[in-house]
């Protein structure tokens, strides 16, 4: 079946730091990836979303690319800040399916 | 619009006892899904719904577990005879769109 694998966490950074969480996956046909982002005590949000492949996903300084050769979506950020401290989720969505496939998280705490 | 709500947000309940969990997701959205998150794992797909009806559960789903969406509104889930191992964060999203999903806070179940 579809499954998503993140690089474990936590991911500790300082502010100003690169970052990046990797991202693999595996499923049949073209699934639309996904990163969401869940803040303490809150729903998760969706981040950004690559429908097809060598697609670039970004938002809020965060960029993904959908990367079909290595069945990849990375998220990285240039310069991270302590409000990006949070729980990162990769998923994937089956082409023709409306169920995600959610990746285990990982926790990124950034310091000052 | 104030997002996805869901009530009650934490519920501590006796091992055998029944629970029910509300969802309220955003007006306008027609699919409703239920999802349940344990320590250290992402969402894991329980249930989903258009409108009113219930078009798939997930077959690692007790048949205990039963959901609702009485008219294509508010949603329930209901555990029967709860176990300790139901013990989870229960997880509520909404959705118009093929890509992005909108989670409410969670209910967070404690069985003792």
């Known amino acids: 079946g579809d499954s998503v694998t993140q690089m474990e966490g936590p991911v500790t950074l300082s502010e100003e730091a690169f970052l990046t969480i990797n991202c693999t996956y595996t499923?049949?046909?073209?699934?639309?990836l996904f990163w969401y982002v869940q803040y303490p005590g809150e729903g998760l949000q969706l981040l950004l979303k690559?429908?097809?492949?060598?697609d670039k996903g970004s938002n809020k300084g965060f960029e993904a690319t959908y990367r079909k050769e290595t069945t990849s979506f990375h998220l990285e950020k240039g310069s991270v800040q302590v409000s990006d401290s949070a729980v990162y989720f990769c998923a994937l969505s089956p082409g023709g399916s409306y169920i995600p496939t959610f990746g285990r998280g990982t926790s990124l705490i950034v310091h000052p | 619009d104030t997002g996805v709500s869901q009530d009650p947000r934490h519920k501590i309940t006796k091992r055998g006892q029944n629970v029910t969990f509300r969802c309220d997701p955003i007006?306008?959205?027609?699919?409703l899904y239920w999802y349940r998150q344990t320590l250290g794992q992402g969402p894991e797909f329980l249930t989903y719904?258009?409108?009113?009806?219930?078009?798939?559960k997930s077959r690692l789903l007790s048949d205990r577990f039963s959901a609702e969406r009485p008219k294509g509104s508010f949603s329930t889930l209901e555990i029967q005879r709860t176990e300790q191992g139901d013990s989870a964060m229960y997880l509520c999203?909404?959705?118009?769109?093929?890509?992005?999903?909108?989670f409410g806070p969670g209910t967070r179940l404690t069985v003792t």
């Open positions: 690559a429908t097809k492949a060598d």
């Open positions: 999203a909404s959705t118009d769109s093929y890509y992005e999903q909108y």
């Open positions: 007006s306008e959205h027609n699919r």
């Open positions: 499923a049949t046909g073209y699934p639309s």
């Open positions: 719904f258009q409108n009113e009806a219930q078009l798939e």
